[in-house]
Protein backbone atom coordinates (compact mmCIF):
# COMPACT_ATOMS: atom_id res chain seq x y z
CA UNK A 1 0.00 0.00 0.00
CA UNK A 2 1.45 3.47 -1.15
CA UNK A 3 2.34 6.15 2.06
CA UNK A 4 -0.75 8.80 2.73
CA UNK A 5 0.19 12.20 0.46
CA UNK A 6 0.25 15.53 2.17
CA UNK A 7 -0.19 19.09 1.20
CA UNK A 8 2.55 21.34 0.73
CA UNK A 9 3.23 23.15 3.95
CA UNK A 10 1.55 26.38 3.76
CA UNK A 11 -0.65 28.74 6.27
CA UNK A 12 -3.00 25.91 7.25
CA UNK A 13 0.39 24.90 9.32
CA UNK A 14 -0.95 24.83 13.10
CA UNK A 15 1.93 27.34 13.80
CA UNK A 16 1.36 29.30 10.79
CA UNK A 17 -2.46 29.79 11.96
CA UNK A 18 -1.88 29.60 15.51
CA UNK A 19 1.84 31.59 16.74
CA UNK A 20 3.26 30.30 19.86
CA UNK A 21 0.93 26.96 19.73
CA UNK A 22 3.83 24.99 20.04
CA UNK A 23 5.77 26.34 22.97
CA UNK A 24 9.71 25.93 22.98
CA UNK A 25 11.74 23.29 24.80
CA UNK A 26 9.29 20.82 24.69
CA UNK A 27 8.73 17.55 23.04
CA UNK A 28 6.12 18.57 20.19
CA UNK A 29 8.39 21.66 19.26
CA UNK A 30 11.05 19.31 19.13
CA UNK A 31 9.09 16.68 16.82
CA UNK A 32 8.33 19.51 14.41
CA UNK A 33 12.41 19.84 13.75
CA UNK A 34 13.61 16.28 14.26
CA UNK A 35 10.51 14.09 13.67
CA UNK A 36 11.54 12.69 10.10
CA UNK A 37 15.12 11.94 11.95
CA UNK A 38 14.22 9.05 14.72
CA UNK A 39 13.40 6.19 12.06
CA UNK A 40 16.27 5.17 10.68
CA UNK A 41 15.81 4.46 6.91
CA UNK A 42 16.22 0.68 7.07
CA UNK A 43 12.95 0.89 10.06
CA UNK A 44 10.81 2.99 7.82
CA UNK A 45 11.11 0.62 4.69
CA UNK A 46 10.22 -2.30 6.96
CA UNK A 47 6.76 -0.15 7.45
CA UNK A 48 4.23 -0.58 5.21
CA UNK A 49 3.35 1.79 2.37
CA UNK A 50 6.32 0.28 0.37
CA UNK A 51 3.81 -0.81 -1.86
CA UNK A 52 1.25 1.10 -4.70
CA UNK A 53 -1.73 -1.14 -4.04
CA UNK A 54 -4.15 -0.75 -1.18
CA UNK A 55 -5.48 1.77 1.09
CA UNK A 56 -2.80 5.13 2.11
CA UNK A 57 -0.93 3.68 4.93
CA UNK A 58 0.31 6.58 7.64
CA UNK A 59 4.08 7.43 7.02
CA UNK A 60 5.94 5.62 10.37
CA UNK A 61 7.49 9.22 11.59
CA UNK A 62 3.78 10.52 11.81
CA UNK A 63 2.88 7.65 14.02
CA UNK A 64 5.89 7.48 16.23
CA UNK A 65 5.39 10.93 16.69
CA UNK A 66 1.92 9.90 18.31
CA UNK A 67 3.49 7.20 19.97
CA UNK A 68 6.16 9.36 21.56
CA UNK A 69 3.40 11.83 22.89
CA UNK A 70 1.15 9.58 24.22
CA UNK A 71 3.75 9.70 27.26
CA UNK A 72 4.61 13.49 27.33
CA UNK A 73 1.62 14.10 29.85
CA UNK A 74 1.87 13.35 33.72
CA UNK A 75 0.59 9.89 33.79
CA UNK A 76 0.38 9.26 30.17
CA UNK A 77 -2.53 8.35 28.14
CA UNK A 78 -4.69 5.75 26.61
CA UNK A 79 -4.28 5.10 22.84
CA UNK A 80 -7.92 6.37 21.96
CA UNK A 81 -7.21 9.43 24.00
CA UNK A 82 -3.99 10.06 22.51
CA UNK A 83 -5.99 9.68 18.85
CA UNK A 84 -8.66 11.96 19.94
CA UNK A 85 -6.35 14.54 21.47
CA UNK A 86 -4.51 14.46 17.97
CA UNK A 87 -7.21 15.44 16.13
CA UNK A 88 -7.63 19.02 18.26
CA UNK A 89 -4.17 19.52 19.80
CA UNK A 90 -2.66 21.68 17.64
CA UNK A 91 1.27 21.11 19.51
CA UNK A 92 0.58 17.83 18.47
CA UNK A 93 -0.38 18.00 14.92
CA UNK A 94 2.52 20.40 14.24
CA UNK A 95 4.71 17.71 16.16
CA UNK A 96 3.00 15.12 14.13
CA UNK A 97 3.72 16.98 10.68
CA UNK A 98 -0.01 17.62 10.22
CA UNK A 99 -2.35 20.58 8.73
CA UNK A 100 -4.39 22.33 11.42
CA UNK A 101 -7.64 20.16 10.77
CA UNK A 102 -8.00 16.51 9.02
CA UNK A 103 -7.64 12.96 9.36
CA UNK A 104 -5.91 11.67 12.09
CA UNK A 105 -4.62 7.85 12.52
CA UNK A 106 -7.51 5.69 14.23
CA UNK A 107 -6.57 3.64 17.15
CA UNK A 108 -6.58 0.86 15.19
CA UNK A 109 -3.96 2.23 13.38
CA UNK A 110 -1.88 2.72 16.43
CA UNK A 111 -2.63 -0.83 17.83
CA UNK A 112 -1.44 -2.29 14.64
CA UNK A 113 1.91 0.17 14.64
CA UNK A 114 2.38 -0.65 18.26
CA UNK A 115 2.43 -4.20 16.76
CA UNK A 116 5.03 -3.65 14.41
CA UNK A 117 6.96 -1.73 17.04
CA UNK A 118 7.04 -5.48 19.18
CA UNK A 119 7.90 -7.26 15.84
CA UNK A 120 12.18 -8.06 15.41
CA UNK A 121 13.57 -5.95 12.99
CA UNK A 122 14.93 -8.00 9.87
CA UNK A 123 17.85 -5.54 9.91
CA UNK A 124 19.28 -6.07 13.34
CA UNK A 125 17.24 -8.77 14.91
CA UNK A 126 16.26 -7.00 17.87
CA UNK A 127 13.04 -5.58 18.56
CA UNK A 128 12.27 -2.38 16.85
CA UNK A 129 10.97 -0.19 19.95
CA UNK A 130 14.66 -0.90 21.19
CA UNK A 131 16.63 0.28 17.97
CA UNK A 132 14.43 3.57 18.36
CA UNK A 133 14.77 3.90 22.01
CA UNK A 134 18.85 3.37 21.49
CA UNK A 135 19.00 5.63 18.43
CA UNK A 136 17.55 9.16 21.13
CA UNK A 137 20.11 7.46 23.48
CA UNK A 138 23.25 8.38 21.24
CA UNK A 139 21.31 11.43 19.90
CA UNK A 140 21.20 12.72 22.93
CA UNK A 141 24.50 11.38 24.55
CA UNK A 142 25.94 13.74 21.09
CA UNK A 143 23.53 16.38 22.44
CA UNK A 144 25.56 16.85 26.23
CA UNK A 145 27.93 18.91 26.52
CA UNK A 146 29.52 17.87 29.85
CA UNK A 147 31.69 14.51 30.02
CA UNK A 148 30.90 13.90 33.41
CA UNK A 149 28.68 11.09 34.02
CA UNK A 150 27.48 9.27 37.56
CA UNK A 151 25.76 6.28 36.36
CA UNK A 152 23.09 4.25 38.63
CA UNK A 153 20.35 1.06 38.16
CA UNK A 154 17.46 1.07 40.53
CA UNK A 155 14.13 -0.41 40.11
CA UNK A 156 10.21 0.23 41.04
CA UNK A 157 6.94 -1.61 40.85
CA UNK A 158 4.88 -1.66 37.23
CA UNK A 159 1.33 -2.60 38.11
CA UNK A 160 0.01 -4.91 35.51
CA UNK A 161 -3.22 -4.29 33.33
CA UNK A 162 -5.39 -7.43 34.35
CA UNK A 163 -7.85 -7.78 36.63
CA UNK A 164 -6.24 -9.03 40.21
CA UNK A 165 -8.52 -12.00 41.72
CA UNK A 166 -8.47 -14.53 44.18
CA UNK A 167 -8.19 -18.59 43.07
CA UNK A 168 -12.32 -18.52 43.00
CA UNK A 169 -12.80 -16.26 40.62
CA UNK A 170 -9.66 -16.66 38.80
CA UNK A 171 -10.96 -20.09 38.01
CA UNK A 172 -14.51 -19.05 37.37
CA UNK A 173 -13.46 -16.13 34.96
CA UNK A 174 -10.48 -17.60 33.18
CA UNK A 175 -12.78 -20.82 32.22
CA UNK A 176 -15.49 -18.21 31.05
CA UNK A 177 -13.37 -16.51 29.00
CA UNK A 178 -12.30 -19.92 27.44
CA UNK A 179 -15.50 -20.71 26.72
CA UNK A 180 -16.21 -17.47 24.89
CA UNK A 181 -13.18 -17.63 22.93
CA UNK A 182 -13.98 -21.08 22.00
CA UNK A 183 -17.17 -20.45 20.90
CA UNK A 184 -15.44 -18.01 18.52
CA UNK A 185 -12.92 -20.35 17.42
CA UNK A 186 -15.65 -22.83 16.49
CA UNK A 187 -18.20 -20.08 15.46
CA UNK A 188 -20.71 -22.08 17.85
CA UNK A 189 -23.05 -20.47 20.26
CA UNK A 190 -21.72 -20.15 23.84
CA UNK A 191 -24.79 -21.27 25.45
CA UNK A 192 -24.97 -24.43 23.41
CA UNK A 193 -21.29 -25.24 24.38
CA UNK A 194 -21.75 -24.16 28.32
CA UNK A 195 -24.39 -26.53 28.06
CA UNK A 196 -22.78 -29.61 26.14
CA UNK A 197 -20.07 -29.31 28.75
CA UNK A 198 -21.96 -28.83 31.69
CA UNK A 199 -20.85 -25.60 33.14
CA UNK A 200 -24.30 -23.33 32.43
CA UNK A 201 -22.79 -21.75 36.13
CA UNK A 202 -20.54 -19.96 34.04
CA UNK A 203 -22.86 -18.02 31.94
CA UNK A 204 -24.12 -16.08 34.89
CA UNK A 205 -23.09 -12.36 35.48
CA UNK A 206 -21.22 -12.96 38.98
CA UNK A 207 -19.14 -16.08 39.22
CA UNK A 208 -19.29 -16.70 42.83
CA UNK A 209 -23.24 -15.94 42.25
CA UNK A 210 -23.78 -18.28 39.34
CA UNK A 211 -22.06 -21.65 41.52
CA UNK A 212 -25.26 -20.94 44.24
CA UNK A 213 -23.49 -21.56 47.54
CA UNK A 214 -23.96 -19.95 50.91
CA UNK A 215 -20.25 -19.10 51.40
CA UNK A 216 -20.84 -18.96 55.03
CA UNK A 217 -20.54 -22.74 54.98
CA UNK A 218 -17.37 -24.34 55.27
CA UNK A 219 -18.66 -27.18 54.33
CA UNK A 220 -19.95 -25.74 51.09
CA UNK A 221 -17.17 -23.68 50.20
CA UNK A 222 -14.73 -27.16 50.35
CA UNK A 223 -16.86 -28.39 48.07
CA UNK A 224 -17.69 -25.79 45.40
CA UNK A 225 -14.05 -26.12 44.84
CA UNK A 226 -13.36 -29.64 44.00
CA UNK A 227 -16.62 -28.78 41.73
CA UNK A 228 -15.15 -25.95 40.15
CA UNK A 229 -11.96 -27.71 39.47
CA UNK A 230 -13.15 -30.63 38.08
CA UNK A 231 -15.07 -28.41 35.60
CA UNK A 232 -11.84 -26.47 34.33
CA UNK A 233 -10.03 -30.25 34.25
CA UNK A 234 -13.18 -31.29 32.25
CA UNK A 235 -12.99 -28.02 29.91
CA UNK A 236 -9.42 -27.85 29.18
CA UNK A 237 -9.24 -31.49 28.54
CA UNK A 238 -12.00 -30.79 25.72
CA UNK A 239 -10.74 -27.67 24.42
CA UNK A 240 -7.12 -29.40 23.84
CA UNK A 241 -8.60 -32.24 21.84
CA UNK A 242 -10.27 -30.25 19.75
CA UNK A 243 -7.29 -27.70 18.95
CA UNK A 244 -6.50 -29.04 15.37
CA UNK A 245 -9.95 -27.89 14.28
CA UNK A 246 -9.26 -24.06 14.74
CA UNK A 247 -7.01 -21.60 13.52
CA UNK A 248 -3.59 -21.01 14.42
CA UNK A 249 -4.48 -17.78 15.90
CA UNK A 250 -7.39 -18.84 17.94
CA UNK A 251 -5.63 -21.89 18.85
CA UNK A 252 -2.38 -20.04 20.24
CA UNK A 253 -4.55 -17.91 23.22
CA UNK A 254 -6.91 -21.27 24.18
CA UNK A 255 -3.52 -22.66 24.52
CA UNK A 256 -2.26 -19.65 26.88
CA UNK A 257 -5.35 -19.73 28.61
CA UNK A 258 -5.33 -24.04 29.49
CA UNK A 259 -1.37 -23.51 30.34
CA UNK A 260 -2.98 -20.58 32.95
CA UNK A 261 -5.79 -22.43 34.39
CA UNK A 262 -4.13 -25.67 34.60
CA UNK A 263 -1.42 -23.44 36.66
CA UNK A 264 -3.98 -21.97 38.81
CA UNK A 265 -4.90 -25.55 39.99
CA UNK A 266 -1.60 -26.70 40.88
CA UNK A 267 -0.46 -23.64 42.58
CA UNK A 268 -3.24 -22.82 44.96
CA UNK A 269 -4.94 -26.20 45.00
CA UNK A 270 -4.24 -29.35 47.41
CA UNK A 271 -5.67 -32.41 48.12
CA UNK A 272 -7.09 -33.47 51.49
CA UNK A 273 -7.40 -36.19 53.59
CA UNK A 274 -10.22 -37.47 51.73
CA UNK A 275 -8.34 -37.06 48.45
CA UNK A 276 -10.52 -33.93 47.10
CA UNK A 277 -9.07 -30.76 45.80
CA UNK A 278 -8.82 -27.43 48.57
CA UNK A 279 -7.33 -23.75 48.49
CA UNK A 280 -3.70 -24.57 49.67
CA UNK A 281 -2.76 -22.96 53.03
CA UNK A 282 0.91 -22.24 51.63
CA UNK A 283 2.40 -19.58 49.67
CA UNK A 284 3.32 -20.25 45.96
CA UNK A 285 6.24 -18.03 45.08
CA UNK A 286 5.13 -18.39 41.27
CA UNK A 287 2.04 -18.05 42.08
CA UNK A 288 -0.37 -16.38 38.83
CA UNK A 289 -2.23 -13.31 40.33
CA UNK A 290 -4.12 -12.11 37.08
CA UNK A 291 -5.61 -14.94 34.48
CA UNK A 292 -5.87 -12.03 31.96
CA UNK A 293 -2.13 -10.89 32.36
CA UNK A 294 0.00 -14.42 33.07
CA UNK A 295 2.93 -13.29 33.09
CA UNK A 296 2.34 -10.85 35.77
CA UNK A 297 3.54 -12.09 39.76
CA UNK A 298 3.49 -10.82 43.02
CA UNK A 299 6.49 -9.05 44.31
CA UNK A 300 8.02 -6.34 47.28
CA UNK A 301 9.20 -3.32 47.42
CA UNK A 302 9.80 -3.29 50.58
CA UNK A 303 9.05 -6.00 53.46
CA UNK A 304 5.65 -4.04 54.15
CA UNK A 305 4.81 -3.17 50.41
CA UNK A 306 4.06 -5.68 48.36
CA UNK A 307 2.04 -5.54 44.47
CA UNK A 308 1.53 -7.54 41.99
CA UNK A 309 2.34 -6.67 38.40
CA UNK A 310 5.56 -6.32 37.02
CA UNK A 311 9.39 -4.72 38.06
CA UNK A 312 10.86 -1.76 35.71
CA UNK A 313 14.70 -1.64 36.16
CA UNK A 314 16.78 1.39 34.58
CA UNK A 315 20.05 2.42 33.98
CA UNK A 316 20.49 5.83 33.91
CA UNK A 317 23.06 9.31 34.63
CA UNK A 318 22.22 11.04 37.48
CA UNK A 319 24.05 14.49 36.91
CA UNK A 320 22.19 14.88 33.09
CA UNK A 321 18.75 12.37 33.73
CA UNK A 322 19.63 10.49 30.76
CA UNK A 323 17.97 6.94 30.64
CA UNK A 324 20.05 4.71 28.95
CA UNK A 325 18.62 1.27 29.33
CA UNK A 326 15.29 -0.40 30.99
CA UNK A 327 14.25 -4.07 31.39
CA UNK A 328 10.74 -4.92 32.44
CA UNK A 329 10.64 -8.09 34.36
CA UNK A 330 7.75 -10.01 36.47
CA UNK A 331 7.69 -8.80 40.14
CA UNK A 332 8.88 -11.70 41.63
CA UNK A 333 12.35 -11.46 39.86
CA UNK A 334 14.80 -10.26 41.04
CA UNK A 335 17.58 -7.67 40.17
CA UNK A 336 20.67 -9.37 39.53
CA UNK A 337 19.96 -10.66 36.20
CA UNK A 338 18.04 -7.32 34.89
CA UNK A 339 21.08 -5.73 36.25
CA UNK A 340 23.86 -7.25 34.26
CA UNK A 341 21.47 -7.25 31.37
CA UNK A 342 20.96 -3.40 31.51
CA UNK A 343 25.28 -3.34 31.67
CA UNK A 344 25.44 -5.39 28.83
CA UNK A 345 23.58 -3.54 26.91
CA UNK A 346 25.29 0.29 28.00
CA UNK A 347 28.71 -2.00 26.75
CA UNK A 348 26.22 -2.47 22.93
CA UNK A 349 26.28 1.00 22.79
CA UNK A 350 29.83 1.68 23.49
CA UNK A 351 29.37 4.11 26.72
CA UNK A 352 31.97 4.19 29.48
CA UNK A 353 30.96 2.63 32.59
CA UNK A 354 33.38 3.40 35.19
CA UNK A 355 31.07 3.40 38.06
CA UNK A 356 27.62 2.31 39.04
CA UNK A 357 25.57 3.10 42.37
CA UNK A 358 23.02 0.28 42.94
CA UNK A 359 21.09 -1.10 46.24
CA UNK A 360 21.67 -4.23 47.36
CA UNK A 361 19.33 -6.02 45.47
CA UNK A 362 22.24 -5.22 42.72
CA UNK A 363 24.90 -6.20 44.95
CA UNK A 364 24.88 -9.77 45.04
CA UNK A 365 28.53 -11.80 44.01
CA UNK A 366 26.99 -12.56 40.59
CA UNK A 367 26.45 -8.96 39.59
CA UNK A 368 29.27 -8.00 40.34
CA UNK A 369 31.35 -10.55 38.89
CA UNK A 370 29.37 -9.94 35.09
CA UNK A 371 30.15 -5.93 35.96
CA UNK A 372 34.14 -6.64 36.45
CA UNK A 373 33.89 -8.94 33.48
CA UNK A 374 33.08 -5.63 31.62
CA UNK A 375 35.81 -3.13 33.86
CA UNK A 376 33.14 -1.70 35.80
CA UNK A 377 33.15 -1.06 39.04
CA UNK A 378 29.56 -2.05 41.07
CA UNK A 379 29.17 0.80 44.19
CA UNK A 380 26.74 -1.28 46.16
CA UNK A 381 26.71 -2.73 49.39
CA UNK A 382 26.96 -6.65 49.37
CA UNK A 383 24.91 -8.95 50.87
CA UNK A 384 24.33 -8.71 54.41
CA UNK A 385 25.63 -11.29 56.75
CA UNK A 386 23.43 -14.06 57.87
CA UNK A 387 22.10 -14.06 61.29
CA UNK A 388 23.61 -16.02 64.25
CA UNK A 389 21.67 -16.78 67.80
CA UNK A 390 23.48 -15.12 70.56
CA UNK A 391 27.39 -15.45 70.60
CA UNK A 392 27.86 -17.44 67.92
CA UNK A 393 30.63 -17.31 66.18
CA UNK A 394 29.69 -16.32 62.49
CA UNK A 395 31.93 -17.43 59.00
CA UNK A 396 33.64 -14.37 58.74
CA UNK A 397 35.40 -14.40 61.67
CA UNK A 398 37.35 -17.52 59.79
CA UNK A 399 39.94 -16.62 57.92
CA UNK A 400 40.43 -18.03 54.66
CA UNK A 401 43.66 -18.40 52.14
CA UNK A 402 41.92 -19.04 48.94
CA UNK A 403 45.52 -19.22 47.12
CA UNK A 404 47.13 -21.90 49.33
CA UNK A 405 43.57 -23.69 50.60
CA UNK A 406 43.99 -23.37 53.77
CA UNK A 407 41.61 -21.43 56.52
CA UNK A 408 42.45 -20.57 59.73
CA UNK A 409 39.67 -20.52 63.30
CA UNK A 410 38.96 -17.75 65.86
CA UNK A 411 41.63 -20.15 67.91
CA UNK A 412 44.29 -20.02 65.78
CA UNK A 413 43.94 -23.67 64.28
CA UNK A 414 44.59 -23.66 60.52
CA UNK A 415 43.17 -26.67 59.15
CA UNK A 416 44.19 -28.19 55.25
CA UNK A 417 41.53 -30.22 55.12
CA UNK A 418 40.13 -28.66 51.87
CA UNK A 419 36.94 -30.46 49.95
CA UNK A 420 35.00 -29.89 47.11
CA UNK A 421 31.27 -29.99 47.73
CA UNK A 422 27.73 -29.43 45.86
CA UNK A 423 25.30 -27.59 47.58
CA UNK A 424 22.04 -25.74 45.31
CA UNK A 425 23.73 -27.43 42.13
CA UNK A 426 26.84 -25.34 42.36
CA UNK A 427 30.20 -26.13 43.57
CA UNK A 428 31.45 -24.89 47.16
CA UNK A 429 34.25 -25.17 48.97
CA UNK A 430 34.63 -26.74 52.62
CA UNK A 431 36.98 -26.79 55.53
CA UNK A 432 37.18 -29.19 58.05
CA UNK A 433 39.26 -29.22 61.42
CA UNK A 434 39.56 -32.98 63.50
CA UNK A 435 36.87 -33.44 66.51
CA UNK A 436 40.54 -33.65 68.37
CA UNK A 437 41.27 -29.98 68.22
CA UNK A 438 37.80 -28.84 68.89
CA UNK A 439 37.22 -30.75 71.80
CA UNK A 440 39.78 -29.28 74.51
CA UNK A 441 38.87 -25.82 72.31
CA UNK A 442 37.64 -22.43 74.54
CA UNK A 443 35.57 -21.64 71.75
CA UNK A 444 34.12 -24.46 71.20
CA UNK A 445 30.65 -23.70 72.81
CA UNK A 446 30.30 -20.97 71.00
CA UNK A 447 32.07 -22.68 67.59
CA UNK A 448 30.23 -25.69 67.67
CA UNK A 449 26.48 -25.20 69.81
CA UNK A 450 25.44 -28.89 68.74
CA UNK A 451 27.77 -30.03 71.03
CA UNK A 452 25.17 -29.53 73.86
CA UNK A 453 24.50 -32.13 76.63
CA UNK A 454 20.86 -33.10 74.99
CA UNK A 455 23.07 -34.04 71.92
CA UNK A 456 25.62 -36.05 74.23
CA UNK A 457 22.61 -37.64 75.99
CA UNK A 458 21.76 -39.42 72.99
CA UNK A 459 24.95 -40.84 72.27
CA UNK A 460 25.39 -38.67 69.46
CA UNK A 461 28.54 -38.53 67.33
CA UNK A 462 30.80 -35.59 67.79
CA UNK A 463 32.33 -33.99 64.54
CA UNK A 464 34.46 -31.31 64.05
CA UNK A 465 33.86 -27.76 63.03
CA UNK A 466 32.79 -27.57 59.17
CA UNK A 467 33.25 -24.12 57.12
CA UNK A 468 30.98 -24.40 54.39
CA UNK A 469 32.21 -20.88 52.02
CA UNK A 470 29.97 -19.20 49.47
CA UNK A 471 30.79 -20.91 45.89
CA UNK A 472 32.15 -16.82 45.28
CA UNK A 473 33.10 -16.49 48.53
CA UNK A 474 36.49 -14.53 47.73
CA UNK A 475 34.76 -12.18 45.82
CA UNK A 476 32.36 -11.42 48.88
CA UNK A 477 34.78 -10.87 50.73
CA UNK A 478 36.76 -8.57 49.26
CA UNK A 479 32.93 -6.38 48.74
CA UNK A 480 32.48 -6.81 52.14
CA UNK A 481 36.57 -5.49 52.95
CA UNK A 482 35.88 -2.57 50.29
CA UNK A 483 32.40 -1.42 51.45
CA UNK A 484 33.93 -0.32 54.69
CA UNK A 485 35.88 2.45 53.01
CA UNK A 486 34.48 6.01 53.97
CA UNK A 487 34.93 7.35 50.63
CA UNK A 488 32.85 4.67 48.90
CA UNK A 489 30.14 5.07 51.23
CA UNK A 490 30.56 8.48 50.78
CA UNK A 491 29.62 8.34 47.03
CA UNK A 492 27.30 5.57 47.60
CA UNK A 493 24.95 8.62 49.18
CA UNK A 494 24.39 9.42 46.02
CA UNK A 495 22.83 7.11 44.73
CA UNK A 496 19.68 8.98 46.72
CA UNK A 497 19.84 11.25 43.50
CA UNK A 498 18.80 8.79 41.12
CA UNK A 499 15.50 8.69 42.42
CA UNK A 500 14.00 11.37 40.38
CA UNK A 501 15.11 9.01 37.46
CA UNK A 502 12.74 6.84 39.11
CA UNK A 503 10.15 9.76 39.23
CA UNK A 504 10.42 10.69 35.93
CA UNK A 505 9.71 7.68 34.64
CA UNK A 506 6.98 7.49 36.88
CA UNK A 507 5.07 10.39 36.53
CA UNK A 508 5.16 9.93 32.39
CA UNK A 509 3.06 6.89 33.17
CA UNK A 510 5.43 3.57 33.74
CA UNK A 511 3.73 2.66 37.19
CA UNK A 512 0.90 1.80 35.58
CA UNK A 513 0.77 -1.43 32.43
CA UNK A 514 -1.63 0.01 30.23
CA UNK A 515 -1.78 -3.34 28.30
CA UNK A 516 -2.13 -7.42 28.37
CA UNK A 517 1.15 -8.78 28.44
CA UNK A 518 5.32 -8.11 29.57
CA UNK A 519 6.01 -7.77 25.48
CA UNK A 520 3.37 -4.77 25.90
CA UNK A 521 4.90 -3.74 29.54
CA UNK A 522 8.50 -3.23 27.67
CA UNK A 523 6.82 -2.03 25.11
CA UNK A 524 5.58 1.01 27.04
CA UNK A 525 8.47 1.14 29.23
CA UNK A 526 10.73 2.23 26.68
CA UNK A 527 7.74 4.72 25.21
CA UNK A 528 8.02 6.40 28.02
CA UNK A 529 11.79 6.49 28.57
CA UNK A 530 12.08 7.89 24.89
CA UNK A 531 9.74 10.38 25.90
CA UNK A 532 12.19 11.72 29.30
CA UNK A 533 15.15 11.58 26.67
CA UNK A 534 13.11 13.72 24.31
CA UNK A 535 12.43 16.14 27.03
CA UNK A 536 16.16 16.26 27.93
CA UNK A 537 17.10 16.89 23.89
CA UNK A 538 14.66 19.50 23.79
CA UNK A 539 16.02 21.10 27.01
CA UNK A 540 19.32 21.22 25.38
CA UNK A 541 19.02 22.77 21.76
CA UNK A 542 16.93 25.44 23.29
CA UNK A 543 19.82 25.83 25.93
CA UNK A 544 22.17 26.15 23.56
CA UNK A 545 20.13 28.40 20.89
CA UNK A 546 20.14 31.14 23.76
CA UNK A 547 23.83 31.22 24.45
CA UNK A 548 25.07 34.31 22.72
CA UNK A 549 26.61 33.46 19.14
CA UNK A 550 30.44 34.50 19.03
CA UNK A 551 30.50 37.99 17.40
CA UNK A 552 32.40 37.71 13.64
CA UNK A 553 35.96 39.11 13.45
CA UNK A 554 36.06 42.87 11.64
CA UNK A 555 37.08 42.61 8.01
CA UNK A 556 40.05 45.23 9.07
CA UNK A 557 41.44 45.91 12.28
CA UNK A 558 40.26 49.38 13.95
CA UNK A 559 42.32 52.56 12.42
CA UNK A 560 43.23 50.90 9.52
CA UNK A 561 41.69 51.32 5.79
CA UNK A 562 41.55 49.18 2.94
Not at 197 to 223: E, F
Request: glycine share 8%; with cysteine.
Amino acid sequence: MPLKAFAQRSMFDPETLAPGCVEPGTVPWLLTKLRDQLIPRFLQLEWRGAGDKGRDAWPAPMLLALHILRWVEPGGASRNGACRRAKTDLAWRAGMGLTASGDTPTEKTMREFEAWLMERSSGCDLPRYRVLHEGIVETVRLGLTTTRRLWMMDSTPMFCFGALRGTIRLLGEGLRGLLRRWARATKTGVNRIAQNWDVQWVLAKSIKGGLDVDWRDAGQRRDVVERLSRDVLRVVENVTDGLREVTSHHGNWLKVRCAALLKVISDDLDADEDGRLVVAERVTPDRIVSITDPAARSGRKTKSQPFKGFKLNLLGDLLSGLIVSVIVVPGNSGDAGPGEELLARARDLSIRLSRVLADTAYGGTSSRIAASLLGIELVAPPPPLATKSGDALRKNEFSVDFEGLTATCPGSITTEDHRRVIRSGEECSQFVWPVTTCTDCPLQPRCIPSWGPKRQSRGQSRKGRRLLLHPHEQVLREARSDWADQDLRALYRRRGEGERLVAALVRQGARQARAFGLEAAQLQAHAVAMAVNLKLLARLILEADAQPQPQPLPLFPSGLSP
